[in-house]
């Protein structure tokens, strides 16, 4: 099964990625994760990457798509997977298309901008294997150490304020026409993405395993 999770940054795509990855037995494949890896390996793309994301502003498609490239051939997905973080563009979802991909299910978490703030605004995110956390709704067991792996949690820098408001305003206008686009093709599920963890799993859940081709 190939899936989709599209929704604002913050929406809760990474979380649920990782949940259902388990849940499905398939791989997330995340750009941002990708992004940041490469960021932090100081690759030659990852040195491009790095002014665009730490501005709140998307990478420029021809290296994403290298990335992600890369990336489904150097790991195993081909039981299929989870995209979370990609495409964020109508351009990246033709990009998909012509790379042969058949996308079995959309799931849009949608959720309003002031809760995306206030969630964003107290993530933290852990160092090693990229969990994410949240200092009210979602504490590590002890401060400021990842439960699953035990690195040390860091605030990434594209979490402040201003930032933050600059990729809501990038999700407005180039990720949420994807909402339209997949809509029309049909395979579109709106999730309400404020509820439990939860129940937007078991939403989510039952929405993908009704639909499996
Ligand atoms: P995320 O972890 O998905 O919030 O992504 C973090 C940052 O990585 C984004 O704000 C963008 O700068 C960049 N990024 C991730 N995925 C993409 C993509 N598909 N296209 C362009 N930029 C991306």
């Known amino acids: 099964m190939k899936l ?14 990782e949940i259902l990855s ?4 398939i791989p997330t494949v995340s750009t941002g994760n990708i992004i940041r890896a490469a960021i932090r390996d100081k690759t030659a793309l990852g040195v491009e990457a790095q002014s665009y994301v730490d501005s709140g502003g998307l990478v420029p498609d021809i290296i994403v798509v290298r990335m992600l490239q890369e990336y489904l051939r150097e790991n195993n997905c081909t039981d299929g997977y989870i995209l979370d973080g990609f495409p964020r563009n109508v351009q990246q979802a033709q990009t ?11 799931v849009n978490l949608c959720v309003d901008d002031e809760t995306i703030r206030q969630r ?5 995110v852990c160092s090693g294997c990229g969990c994410s ?10 401060a400021n150490i990842c439960d699953s792996c035990g ?3 860091i605030v990434r820098k594209d979490d ?5 408001d600059e990729r809501l305003r990038v999700y407005h206008e180039a990720t949420e026409p994807l909402v339209k686009y997949y809509g029309k093709k049909g395979i579109l599920s709106m999730v309400n993405g404020s509820c439990s963890m939860n129940r937007i799993t ?3 859940l039952n929405l993908v395993l009704l639909t499996v081709r």
């Not at 964003?120 to 933290?124: D, E, V």
């Not at 956390?133 to 002890?142: E, N």
């Not at 402040?160 to 933050?164: K, S, Y």
């Open 4 to 17: 989709i999770l599209l929704g604002a940054p913050g929406a809760g795509k990474g979380t649920q990625a």
């Open 22 to 25: 388990e849940k499905l037995g």
């Open 96 to 106: 998909l298309e012509e790379m042969g991909v058949s996308i079995d299910h959309v």
């Open 120 to 124: 964003l605004g107290g993530r933290m």
């Open 133 to 142: 956390y949240h200092i009210a709704y979602k504490p590590p067991q002890v």
């Open 151 to 153: 690195s040390a949690l």
């Open 160 to 164: 402040t304020p201003e930032t933050i």
């Open 202 to 204: 078991e939403n989510i």
